[in-house]
């Protein structure tokens, strides 16, 4: 069984930084790529960033130039760095990840964090 786990959301002033990480744990894992999600009260869960295992990213235009993802592969570790934010950045940040239990049989699955809240004041 793998868990991601999230931490570091809270609340930060419009233009402050946070930044999110999101742990990976459990027995006999690999995992392929990592991604950041966010829902916003009312709306639908959106796609903010992703980060395949060579470390090629993409990002919502929502987020370019100001969110960063980044991950550390013998930590099992994704983080977003996210700067100068904005209160429409407010939401509850998923982490997301593409995982092979490699145990006998493998398995390939979607795995998905509790999630963390940011709130952002303006």
């Known amino acids: 069984q793998v868990q991601l786990v999230e931490s570091g959301g809270g609340l930060v002033q419009a233009g402050g930084s946070l930044r999110l990480s999101c742990a990976a744990s459990?027995?006999?894992?690999?995992?392929?790529?990592m991604a950041w999600y966010r829902q916003a009260p009312g709306k639908q869960r959106e796609l903010v960033a992703t980060i395949t295992n060579s470390a090629s990213t993409n990002y919502a235009d929502s987020v370019k130039g100001r969110f960063t993802i980044s991950r550390d592969n013998a930590k099992n570790t994704v983080y977003l760095q996210m700067n100068s934010v904005k209160p429409e950045d407010t939401a509850v940040y998923y982490c997301?990840?593409?995982?092979?239990?490699?145990?006998?049989?493998?398995?390939?699955?979607?795995?998905w964090g509790q999630g963390t809240q940011v709130t952002v004041s303006s």
């Open positions: 997301n990840a593409d995982i092979v239990v490699t145990a006998w049989p493998p398995k390939r699955s979607d795995y």
């Open positions: 459990g027995d006999s894992f690999m995992i392929n790529a």
